[in-house]
Each structure stands twice: as C-alpha cells, then as structure tokens.
C-alpha cells in the first residue's frame, strides 16, 4: 500500500554570508530526490548580528538540521544545545576544525569515496601555517581508508581517531547523500569531450552495439513516473554503431521498491520495448508480467511527467555515440602507452593510486 502523499516537507539548510554562491543545495536536493526523502535544502544569507534570530526561527519551524559556513562556523556555539564528545573532552578538547567536502572530478568513477579536508580554527594563525588532514571516507566499507598512513603523524592521528569514534550510521548517510549528488552534478555539468567512459569490452571491439544509459553515465539523474498505483524507474539502452542512424532505443520499465537502483534494483523488468522516438513506433520485446498494462500504457504515462521524452531520448543517444567515439580514440591511444603501475596515480584523475581507484 501507496504511503499517503503529504504536502509538509524537512527543512534543512546553510546559514551563510554571502549564500548565493554555495552550491551545495543542488548536490543536498539531488541526494534528496534519489533517496526519496520529502526534504529541502535551502540557502540562507544570514548577517552576523542576525545568526541567533536565525537558529530560533529553525527551531520555531521544526528544521531538522542546518549547517553554518562563513562566518558563523564559531559563532553559532553559543546559540547550540551541546557539543559531541569531541569537542568537550579528549585531546581535542576545546577546539573547532571545519570540514571540506569532496568527490574525485570523474562524473562516471564509483570509487565511492568522499574526502574530508579538516581544519582546526585557530584565529591566531593563518591558513598557510597548517596543513589540513585529509580523511578519506569510504562510503562502502564505512571506514576512513587512509587511517593506517595517518599513524606516522600524531595531529593527523588525533583527528582521525576523535573521527572515526563519532561518525554515525546517519553521519554516514549524509556522506552518502553528498557523494550522490555530486557526483550527478559533474555528470550534468560535464564536458563530454572530457569524460572517460567505460564502455563493454564487446562494444569496444566492435561485437556490440547496444548499451545503457546509467552503465555509462551510473550516477545521472533517474526517470520515474506513475502507472497505476505504482512507480516505475525507466531504463534506456541505445545503439552507438558508428555507421548505425537508427533512432530507437530499448525501453525497460522497472516498478521501484525502496532500495531500488536508478536502472532497476536486479530484478527482471516487467516489460521491455523497442521505441522509436522519432515516429512512436512501439514493439514490445518481452512478454508483460502484468496485464493490466501495455508498451502504450507505459509510453503514455512516461509522458505525462517528461513531455519531451522522445527529444531526451535523442539528446542521450547522441550523448553516448559521442562518449563512444572519444573511448575509441583513447582506447587507440592507450594501446601505445604502457599500463599504469599499481601505484601510480590513476588515470581517472580521482587523485588516487591506481590499485585504490579503477585498477582496483
């Protein structure tokens, strides 16, 4: 049974001065939508001497969380109930570190991994007097990976471990929820002459043609729609023959149950089709496991939420025809430089070893 529909959603959101620039709203709002949560994110510009009016209109309201960047990261303190433990005792007892985000640029790398750059706020000095501690974050394992180089410095050390006894199972959902959005911000943000795409060794070598829009692009934004009383997730397979000016694709609908992946959650499809989106032509491909419901019924309700639906379906096909001539080319060129070594940095340009990233 449908949950019921509610119009009141989670505030949660930045208070900052200046606020337009900070685009973590649109990384928060995407983790939002694909985790499903009836949530917002919004940006707040706050001035200094109206920060405390802002924490009791959150509290008024019922949000449910906000973060402070520049310049209320200290001054915030005293309008907050409490600290965590690390910040009332231990070694680092009395100070404030501030936390930097971040993913590897590569919109199609599922290093799952987000990297906090920790800074403590020492007034007195400078930020070129200290170096940061980078802690990398591996969402899967959920544990920091790079604790074990850390034990050589004990500052680095320190921070890690007060880190690492902290960190929640909702600290590590937030983690999460930031790497998905981001990451499906490079990938609609991204050059495409400077993505590296990992197509299947058979489309390479020329014994394939077809391949799927998220096996491409993994993290891009997902199309879901309502048929009946239930929500399906639409996947999009494509022909990136070269010499090929079909303009079809293979439609796969998938009902979405809560865990499901953006292209299905590993279950078969409940019908597949082969749509041509430039007469609306439909053949189905595969018997329908429900009756109630045909090729039509389905495109028709694709519609109804993406209108342009067959102008999306061609703008991705050519995407990927594109992102596939440049695999070939560097695929040619690849051929004549040597493999990287276990140790080198990865070609990705995630920034990490080679064994760690992509040759992992």
């Known amino acids: 049974m449908p949950e019921p529909k509610t119009f009141l959603s989670l505030i949660t959101g930045s208070f900052a001065t200046p606020a337009a620039e900070n685009p973590t709203v649109a990384m928060i709002e995407a983790a939002y939508e694909h985790h499903h949560i009836n949530a917002r994110y919004l940006n707040c510009e706050v001035a200094p001497d109206a920060l405390g009016d ?14 402070c960047s520049i310049p209320h990261k200290v001054s915030v303190i005293k309008y907050l109930d409490g600290l965590g433990d690390s910040a009332a005792q231990g070694d680092l007892a009395g100070r404030r570190y501030r936390f930097e985000t971040s993913v590897c640029p590569s919109p199609v790398c599922q290093c799952e991994r987000v990297t906090l750059r920790c800074s403590p706020e020492l007034p007195e000095l400078s930020p070129q007097a200290y170096v940061p501690v980078c802690l990398e974050m591996d969402l899967e394992k959920r544990e920091i990976a790079n604790f074990g180089k850390l034990k050589s410095d004990p ?7 007060a880190i690492a006894n902290e960190i929640s199972k909702a600290d590590w959902n937030r983690l999460w929820g930031f790497y998905l959005g981001a990451k499906r911000y490079l990938t609609e943000h991204a050059d495409p002459d400077q993505i590296d795409a990992h197509f299947p060794p058979d489309v390479l070598a020329g014994d394939g ?3 799927g829009y998220y096996e491409i692009l993994p993290y891009a934004k997902p199309i879901e729609f309502t048929l009946g009383a239930q929500t399906w997730v639409l996947d999009d397979q494509h022909c990136v023959h070269a010499k090929c000016s079909c303009q079809e694709a293979v439609l796969s609908f998938f009902e979405l149950r809560p865990s499901a992946q953006p ?6 499809p409940t019908l597949c089709i082969r749509y041509a989106y430039d007469t609306g ?29 067959d102008s999306v379906l061609a703008e991705r096909q050519a995407l990927l025809r594109r992102l596939y001539r440049r695999a070939l080319s560097l695929k040619t060129i690849r051929l004549q430089a ?6 080198d940095p990865c070609p990705c340009g995630s920034g990490k070893k080679y064994k760690k990233c992509c040759g992992a």
């Open 54 to 67: 802002a924490v009791r209109g959150a509290r008024a309201m019922g949000w449910v969380g906000f973060n």
């Open 338 to 343: 040597p493999k990287p070594g276990r140790n």
């Open 155 to 161: 500052a680095s050390i320190t921070v890690a471990k």
């Open 263 to 268: 292209s299905g959650n590993g279950s078969e």
């Open 281 to 309: 032509q439909i053949e189905a491909l595969s018997n329908v496991k429900d009756r109630r419901w045909s090729g039509k019924a389905f495109v028709d309700a694709l519609k109804k939420v993406l209108p342009d639906v």
């Open 209 to 211: 043609s077809m391949v």
